[in-house]
């Protein structure tokens, strides 16, 4: 399933059990940001530049037209939701960050994304990672890293009812079985 | 002592079996020895026997701070092999598995050595490659293996998986005189001999402190007082970082948690031993009927004894995609040993910076199988002060000039 | 005999009947029914035989300590060994097999082991077997192999699916008795949240088989009572069928839910849930577990404990036998004789081994005019699969018989141990307490969290309130204590009145008769399952195993499925006994996971079969995948080894695959190949610390192939770096190597060089990397057009960046085959179309893909190392004559420390060579040793050791590499390679370069 | 099975989480160090029964080291911090200190 980075959304496979529905979905361009996201010029330039501030640790903040997740101290991952938005904003990142020490790569090939759906979403989770997802500690906005079975991943919340989880490219097929197999009818046990 | 054996069985039984007498004598410690062996594992308790039946030194006492054999002698899965790729390891492996051949028959007491073989598997290429490595080393070196393809493995051990969807299996490494040895039996079958030629054995004993007069060692405390020695000898596997601090050195060693666990006994269905290095996992099945089943070690410095459930995970996991019987099986019981791992994952054999104190450790995950060619080749370090032809590779000087001996090439995991 | 009661059986739905088969007979039993009390209800009272002795083996208890009713159900690959009955609820259709007999459950030829018990003492193995030495592999062991295992192992993969769940809970109550049940209602009502589990399928636990009452309501119907107010409360979850196994640090618990009934009923797709709860508190309200008395013939079909047969007859109308003699040393058996008898059963005798007794179920018994014999013990019990009758005694003396009582059933009970085991994994230390005769936790010495603080607390019969109006008190008391750590609101907790039943005092003996002879002592049984006797307690001590764990070791106590929950304590008592000393001196064993008996199936969880690994793919995956493609793992990945085409052999394929691409065109996938970036002002003064090499004299747009050593020195990862602007490099590994090598520049960056300003990022899936090797490459390049690759803008080891056939790429100008050659690596989004645009536009240069073994046939005929091949993690470059590459100007870098020690610097060092030999058309074996001098004793003449070889379709010849001491001054001798035992090959040694030694083609 | 929270981004995050790093503050030796230095560096550790300083990698997360102070006997942890400070901070030593009045950092 080769994908175009045409910044339109489109659906890769699905699977749809009883309580859940799961879709690998392509073409979302994403910008890894390397840089000091406490230096104040940094976070200017981010602001201007992106039209969002810099999230909080441990989570992610939207605009129309991207999201802007916290990965490390010195680390954002920008998901542009059209293909225009995406150049443009390397483009200006480019050049508003020369002299700052930073460093701003095209990764929208090398992470796959997927899209849970259905009111049991947290036990999708809950069956592979290790992180506390209960309401309480994981609602909306948090970004999470971690992992999922053997996988690492990044999820957070898409809306009440679904979340949005990322995954090494490489890892997609694998990642997507393992999803599948967790949704699978008879398995769930309803205890969120 | 009374000899064991059949017809003396049958003798006792018309007597309720009340004529056995002390397996080992229960001993206090006397004012001084020649030589003090601190640590009553299999190690220990090997290079006391050695001592006395190779130099005739008897006036041996061995120290253990909890009961006899209950370090990780008491808690390995049995594994006994002596297909090392390096010469060096082979030749102490070796020397150990021909000692194990006859050991029942040499202390009147069997410890049940089971020749079944072992089998390594080869599931990448890299791996088949690196078998048939150490399986031409061991030929010249006289260690007797040979190369099994996939299909005579299947024929072998009709349980295997040989086509796993992950890591199908290209072929195997087979020594057919490895094989198992009850645990326990080794350490008390060793403890029985030097106790009836008046070795003392001091259970339920700490060392504690260890004084030094100039260069030298003059005496250890001990929960049960002090006791003057001539030569120490350090034997207790994870805690020998503690007693090197006690006599003011350190060691280049980590104690770690490796874990273990057995199956429910079921009717024999394999009669080997299975080592399964990429996906981690070895497994054989006890005269008693369980699957004993060797894990991962946690990877932080651990003296709990306890370890954690991941590395089981990874472990059963491993051995249901090789056997995938044994998914309904079900775990009785899992424990952890600490084990000492250095940093070339070879033992330690050596003299130390105290002039009088010899050391004999770093077998991490692999040294049961060691245990008899490891006190023979200790014994002969602590009588004459320096190491013979076995030991000398193993000092503590490798490290500084950088001679390791390093096997985790051949082998991921080193049982 | 055993027969199903009209009257009782709280948890039967009679209305529903349904149907089993145990070896083969059609049986009925009920809804709510266990197995056991099913085939009880049918007078099935032999259900097993023993281990060693094969002893005829009837129903000991109605739980999880049941150590004789183990049975094999279901088939094929649902077939399960050395299941218990006792935990087994009966569904439609069980399929139940006994287990351990050579012939029939009845008429089992391992009996005769029996006959040979005297023999056959405690570790008499030990003390036999030795003589003559092979015998023991050859005859006494496979005897010994045969007789082992209960269960036939089971011959097919299991089809069931199991799977994990981790969850956070703030409160974890185990056991859903009166304690676990009452603390959590008291818990939920001050507002925290509360898990309850419980391992069996109903809720209630002890009391729902006992007679007093509460609030003025029958214990069962306040329990109902309590269980619905919890169903409707919203901050509590229960579960049942849920065993909590481990508790491991840091709060961290493993539960195993059983499904099977679910499963059966099509409502779960899972068999068994493995649940990882983390927790800040855990409450352990897993009550207590009644021991066995010893005395003579105590395992004969028909013996049970009180506990059990007050199960059995409460909550299953399932009466243990007709005529039933009771024996205890504690008042909880007077309670199951009175309702045997009051189910109109026949209770001959009490049999008491105190001297009194008094309390209100004293009162009672002597009311219904039972008869009680205080002081007295059982000399034995008669009856082979089925107790007869037994013979009285008195306690102390020799057990000389006073009198026979008939009757078919002996109900028992030696005190209660309290469940301790889950207070013990991780820890908590006990402490014993003589009057209540059982091992309590120890308050002060309890396990703890990740802050050095208590995280367990005990409540219930597992905490020595034995007695329900002290449950009650006791839970008040933990619930305040843990509203204060939880810091709630204080809720008062209710008032409970409890019409209590008062006991009497029990006494801690524990078998009888107290002087009783050897002979006797041989048929008192302490642990069950695996035959152990008084008598090799004795027999064990006296010969010195007298710790606990040699105790242990030496005679298997507690060492079976069961372990040791009935039989631990009493084989402790002896030893005290025996020692002379307090039991608290004696010790237990170690408690350890699990609690009970888990699947292997769910502790693999999910991952199994596809889910067992994940496996890496490249974008070009399905490609491969679809043309021909034979696999090879590498790393996490897999990679096209040949690609066969029809009617060809692996060898053909690579051959031809090798010959295309030396006289025309081939291309590979390496996109598997790390690529890490390294960029900031210090990035080329970090990569100088990272390499051997001096990387920051590399010029923009140039390449330059790069090694790095670990601190030890050793060669561990190679690739070619890339300066793509003057800040920022591009590095490739090995596919294995490049998490390890990303995650080693982070260590390594961030722990010791923290001060130099670069960032490090893996882009690895990023591209697909495509090598495009042979002599027509250029002219592809060219025909795809956009970049001038000519020789002049291209020189080798060049780089450079743009659009070829349309699509953005960087194109490298690097050789890993000898021939002329271009990496090139597209965004992975462009992979297959780039590569299908090659394969398209190449078929006039007759390109080909070729596979890895191809691509390390042509590595080799060059000379070029192999990573993992021609290194192992001993092997510094120096010794596979890359010194070159390993600068001496840099004053630091990693492993250089290292290479300057005495053993790097060793003359005798292994240095790499080629091998060739002439006139052969068999490969030199892989891994083979070289020796030169012929074979001898010492071994003095093993020089090194084969590292690559293959079979050269370019030279057709077979090639080699070898690490050889004093290599370099072997070139051009004869060398050996013993092969087996007859043939010894003869090989010549050269330079380690076979073809092209100048570079002429990949300089072309 | 052990959890740390991490100094960097303040997850707790699960041990299977992390991968484990070792003895932490070992300073390293390089070229011009001596034979024994070298051998300290390299191989020697101190492996104590007791409070341990380590090294943890948070590696299904931020992807940053950090350093904690655990013991090895009860897996107790008196805190973590920062992979960038050459010796525990005061902070940790008082939170160990309170603890374990008689814990002397050797
Ligand atoms: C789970 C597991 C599986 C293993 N599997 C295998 C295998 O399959 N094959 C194999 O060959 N090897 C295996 N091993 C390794 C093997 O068990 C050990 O290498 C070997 O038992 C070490 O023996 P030892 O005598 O040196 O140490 P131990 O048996 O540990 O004895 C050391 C003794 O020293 C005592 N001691 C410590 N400190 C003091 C003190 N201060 N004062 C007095 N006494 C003290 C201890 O109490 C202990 O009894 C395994 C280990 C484990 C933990
Ligand atoms: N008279 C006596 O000598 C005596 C002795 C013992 C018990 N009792 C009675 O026992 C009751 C005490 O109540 P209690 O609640 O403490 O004990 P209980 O035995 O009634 O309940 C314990 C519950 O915990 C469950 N359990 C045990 N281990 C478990 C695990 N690992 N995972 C999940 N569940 C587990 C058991 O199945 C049981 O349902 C009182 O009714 C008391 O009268 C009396
Ligand atoms: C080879 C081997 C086989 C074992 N078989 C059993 C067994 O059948 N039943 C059992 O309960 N434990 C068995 N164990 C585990 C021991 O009970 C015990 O857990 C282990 O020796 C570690 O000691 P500890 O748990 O007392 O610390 C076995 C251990 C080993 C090494
Ligand atoms: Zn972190």
Known sequence: ?????????????????????????????????????????????????CDVRIPKPLNIKSSKNLSLAWMSPDELLIFSFSGAFHEKTQKGLDSALKGLHSLILDVSGARSLFLVEGILWRELLAKGSPVDVRQSSFAKDAFR???????????WMASDNSVYIICGRSHSDFFYDWLCNAASDGSLTKYF | MKKYSAFALVKEAFNNHLGWGRAWRHAQPKKRYKVIIVGAGGHGLATAYY?????????????EKGWLGGGNTGRNTTIIRSNYLQEESAAIYEKSRSLYETLSQELNYNIMFSPRGVMMLCQTEHELRAMKRTYYANRLFGVQTEMVSPMRMKEMIPIINTDGPRYPILGGLWQPRGGTARHDAVAWGYARAISSWGADIIENCEVTGIVREASKVASIQTTKGSIDCEKLCFVVAGSSSLLAELAGFRLPLESVALQALVSEPIKPVM????????????????????????????????????GSFQHI???????????PIISRLRQLRQWGGIVDMTGDRSPIISKTPVENIFLNCGWGTGGFKAIPGSGWATAELVAHGNPGKLAAPFSLARFVEGRMIDESIAAAVAH | MSTRISKAGRLLDRNKRLSFTFNGRNL?????????????????????????????????????????ALMSLGHGGNFEPNRSATTVELVDGIEAV??????????????????FAKIFPAGFYYKTFMKPRFAWKHLFEPIIRNAAGLGRAPSLPDEAAYDYFYAHVDILVIGAGMAGLLATYELAKSGLKVTLVEQKHYLGGYALSDDFEVDGVAVPKWLENIEKKLIDSDNVQIKKNFTAIGVHDHGYLIGCENLEVAEKMGRSSIRHRLWRLRTKQIVLATGAIERPLIFAGNDIPGVMLSSAALDFYKLYGVSPGDRTVVVTNNDSAYLTAINLYNAGLSVPVVIDVREESSGDLFESLRSMGIRIEYGKGIASVLGKKRVKAVELCSLTGEGSVQETIECDSVIMSGGWSSAVHLWSHCGGRLIWNDQLDTFLPDASKSPIDENGEDFIAVVGAASGSFWPSEVVQNVKQIVQKIQKKFKTSKVKSSSISIQEIKYGDSNSKYFTPEGASEKLKSKCFVDFQNDVKLSDLRLATQEGYESVEHLKRYTTLGMATDQGKLSNINGLKYLADFLGREINEVGTTTFRPPYTPISLGSIAGEARKGLFKPVRKTTLHLWHEANGASWEPVGDWRRPYAYLKKNETIEQAVSREVTNTRNALGILDASTLGKIIVSGPDAANFLDLMYTNMISTLQVGRCRYGLMCNENGFLFDDGVVVRLAEETFLCHTTTGGADRVYSWMEEWHQTEWWNKRVFIQNVTEQFTQITIAGPKSRLLLEELGGLDVSRVSLKPLDYLEGELAKIKARVFRISFSGELSFEIAVPSQFGLEFWEKCLETGSQFGISPYGTEALHVMRAEKGFIMIGDETDGTVIPQDLNLGWAVSKKKKDFIG??????IFMNDPNRKTLVGLSLQNSSEKIPDGASVIIGGVDQANDNVIGHVTSTYFSPTLDKPIAMALLKDGKNLLGRSIEIPVDSEKILKAIVSEPKFYDAEGNRQND | MLRFKCPVCNTVADETELSPGGEAHIERMGPGSSDDAFYKYLFERKNPLGIHFERWFHAYGCGKWFHAARCTKTMEIFGTYKAQEIKPPKHIIDAITKKRPNWKNE
């Open chain 1, 1 to 49: 399933m080769m994908l175009k980075v045409t910044g339109k959304m489109i659906e890769v496979r699905k699977y749809n059990s009883k309580d859940i529905r799961i879709k690998e979905l392509g073409g979302v361009p994403m910008l890894t940001v390397r840089g000091d996201l406490s230096n104040k010029r940094f976070q200017t330039i981010i602001a201007k530049t």
């Open chain 2, 51 to 63: 001592l006395g039946k190779n130099f005739g030194i008897r006036d041996v006492a061995v120290i």
């Open chain 3, 896 to 901: 250089k420390r290292a290479q300057e020690r």
């Open chain 2, 271 to 306: 009669d080997c031993v299975v080592m399964a290095n990429t996906v981690h996992g070895y497994m054989s099945q006890s005269d008693k009927g369980e699957m004993v089943i060797g894990g991962g070690a946690d990877g932080c410095n651990n003296y709990s004894q306890r």
């Open chain 3, 98 to 115: 006994s287990q351990n007999h050579l012939g029939s459950l009845d008429w089992d030829l391992g009996f005769i082991n029996n006959f």
């Open chain 3, 28 to 68: 009925f039993g009920f809804q709510g029914d266990t197995l056991a009390s099913a085939l009880l209800a049918n007078d099935q009272v032999l259900v097993g035989r023993s281990f060693k002795y094969h002893r005829p083996r009837g129903f000991v208890s109605s739980g999880v300590d049941e150590p004789n």
């Open chain 2, 313 to 323: 995970e990874e472990t059963v996991r491993a051995l249901i995609e090789t056997f």
């Open chain 1, 145 to 155: 890293r971690t992992r999922i079975g053997q996988v690492s991943v990044a999820f």
